[in-house]
């Protein structure tokens, strides 16, 4: 047998906690039930496998229960919100995808990583904060909670006030080598949920926290260099990347190159709250080494990658 194709799988936040639907336990669950099956159809055919996946809903009712609990338990640092729903939804996708394993008879064994990612301590994003996290307030809301737990804030306009975070560019895993030794075994490794854990390097060589969150494809795209991953499947809502979107000449992209992407990327087709990072992580992993992108929804992938759903990025 020849060497097997080695792809991270990227789950967009959407396929665990949809939007408009109560964030609950028992409904996280039944979606990630859901969504295990298109990465049974990759198990299926023959590919090995790292996981990540979106924590944005989990880090935000995280980061509200500390909000609740202030004067009744020990505030928990967002740092440690990321870990632990990291921790929490890799577990649930984890015991999933066990279950699925064995009912199709095949023998892979999976197992979840709290990932630790660097990034530049002198990050311009880490002084200047810009990721919205948490809930929705008011002005005066928000400034009393600014000045009790000494937040960021900024206004959304015309809907409100949150709170900002850094959010760092992702440089290196540094459980790389460990990742990759259980991929390359055939081990499912569910990694960088969430983005990963920020950390950097201090003056002593010492790795040391940043409370901020990582955007989870563009440490996907890390993750996918660093363990030598040919392809990079990013999953979302939606079957296709599109250009002019919601307009009149809105097209669609199916099969499209490197240099045309980075084209669109250019001209401000994709905007940095939606499409945007998953371009950015896109033409990243081909330009570090990856041999190609599929973007694309969950439905996609279990109909075994139709090229009328799929969008193709190639060198």
Request: hydrophobic fraction near 40%.
């Amino acid at each position: 047998m020849g060497k097997k194709k080695t792809a991270v799988v990227a789950l967009g936040g959407n396929a665990i906690s949809p939007k408009g639907e109560l964030d609950t336990i028992a409904n996280q669950f039944r979606n990630t039930r859901k969504s295990r099956k298109a990465i049974i159809r990759l198990i299926e055919k023959g590919y090995n496998l790292a996981v990540t996946h979106g924590n944005g809903p989990q880090v935000g009712n995280a980061l509200l229960r500390v909000e609740a609990a202030e004067g009744k338990a020990p505030i928990i640092p967002l740092g440690i919100c990321v870990a632990d729903t990291e921790g929490g939804m890799g577990y649930m996708i984890e015991q999933s995808l066990q279950n699925a394993i064995r009912k199709i008879d095949i023998d892979r064994d999976v197992v979840t990583i709290a990932t630790q990612i660097i990034v530049d301590g002198n990050d311009p994003a880490i002084k200047n904060p810009q990721k919205y996290v948490g809930g929705w307030y008011t002005e005066r809301e928000i400034n009393a909670l600014a000045k009790k737990f000494d937040w960021s804030i900024k206004e959304v306009p015309n809907k409100g006030w949150r709170r900002v975070v850094p959010s760092p560019t992702p440089l290196e895993i540094i459980n790389k080598r460990a990742i990759k030794r259980l991929v390359d075994e055939g081990v499912v490794v569910i990694a960088a949920g969430g983005g990963g854990i920020p950390v950097y390097i201090d003056e002593n060589g010492d790795y040391e926290g940043v409370d901020g969150v990582i955007d989870k494809d563009l440490a996907s795209a890390v993750l996918a260099h660093d363990i030598g991953a040919e392809e990079l499947f990013i999953l979302t809502d939606v079957d296709q990347v599109a250009i002019n979107f919601g307009k009149e000449n809105q097209q669609n992209l199916g099969k499209v190159t490197y240099d045309e992407l980075k084209g669109y990327f250019d001209e401000g087709q994709f905007p940095p709250g939606s499409m945007g990072p998953k371009i950015q992580a896109a033409l990243s992993f081909l330009e570090n080494g990856g041999s190609k992108v599929i973007i694309t929804s969950l439905d996609s992938v279990k109909d075994d990658l139709p090229d009328d759903k799929i969008t193709l990025i190639t060198k």
